[in-house]
């Protein structure tokens, strides 16, 4: 069974920066696509960014985060930067593979205030 942690969430101040993590516990190279979404309580989940095996980056939101993974280290990450208040949210994970299906992290707490 696949699993997916996040990791690096936490309470920054407008402006700042974090970077999250999703360590895989297996190969991600058997995900067709991997992606991060954030949800406020009340809302519908929204996609971040995704990448695929290939590399192809897609963003949600543009300028500020940025979607990377290393396949040594089977973890994705977002390097978010200049936060804002807006940003804050639970942050998940989700990879699929080439058969569509899907996994999910737990989420991390992502609370961006001063």
């Known amino acids: 069974q696949v699993q997916l942690v996040e990791s690096g969430g936490g309470l920054v101040e407008p402006g700042g920066s974090l970077r999250l993590s999703c360590a895989a516990s297996g190969s991600i190279g058997s995900f067709a696509v991997m992606a991060w979404y954030r949800q406020v309580p009340g809302k519908e989940r929204e996609l971040v960014a995704s990448i695929t095996r290939g590399g192809s980056i897609y963003y949600g939101y543009l300028g500020r985060f940025t979607i990377s993974r290393d396949n040594a280290k089977n973890t994705m990450y977002l390097q978010m930067n200049n936060l804002k208040p807006d940003d804050t949210a639970v942050y998940y994970c989700?990879?699929?593979?080439?058969?569509?299906?899907?996994?999910w992290g737990q989420g991390t707490q992502v609370t961006v205030s001063s």
């Open positions: 989700e990879a699929s593979k080439f058969d569509n299906t899907a996994y």
